[in-house]
């Protein structure tokens, strides 16, 4: 059972990428999914997360407009659109989930992913 985040890289600032998060060993579809990033040096946060439906809840504050997040339960995957990037959004990226959406929001999931590092240059 684990959750695989993919789809990071370096960009350009103003540069966008699609992040994966692919589970494998259990079916996604009844899970709230959430995306997070950590920064060198920096706390984990919340990027964004999603309820087992597939309604959205949350943004981080400094990711509205620019971040979207989906999930296609037909191939176990979830995603993050990251658009318009900027250096500020440089960190390694998770996905995580849990059968509860109160968990995935204060971040105690049960299934974390391994991070993919993005890298945005000026």
């Known amino acids: 059972v684990q959750l695989q985040a993919s789809g990071g890289g370096l960009v350009q600032a103003g540069g966008s990428l699609r992040l994966s998060c692919a589970a494998s060993g259990f079916t996604l579809d009844h899970y709230a999914m959430g995306w997070y990033r950590q920064a060198p040096g920096k706390e984990r946060e919340g990027v964004s997360c999603m309820t087992s439906s597939g309604v959205v809840l949350y943004y981080g504050d400094t990711v509205k407009g620019r971040f979207t997040i989906s999930r296609d339960n037909a191939k176990n995957m979830v995603y993050l659109q990251t658009d318009s990037l900027k250096p500020e959004d440089t960190a390694v990226y998770y996905c995580?989930?849990?059968?509860?959406?109160?968990?995935?929001?204060?971040?105690?999931?049960?299934?974390w992913g391994q991070g993919t590092l993005v890298t945005v240059s000026s």
């Open positions: 995580a989930a849990d059968q509860v959406f109160h968990n995935v929001v204060v971040m105690t999931p049960e299934y």
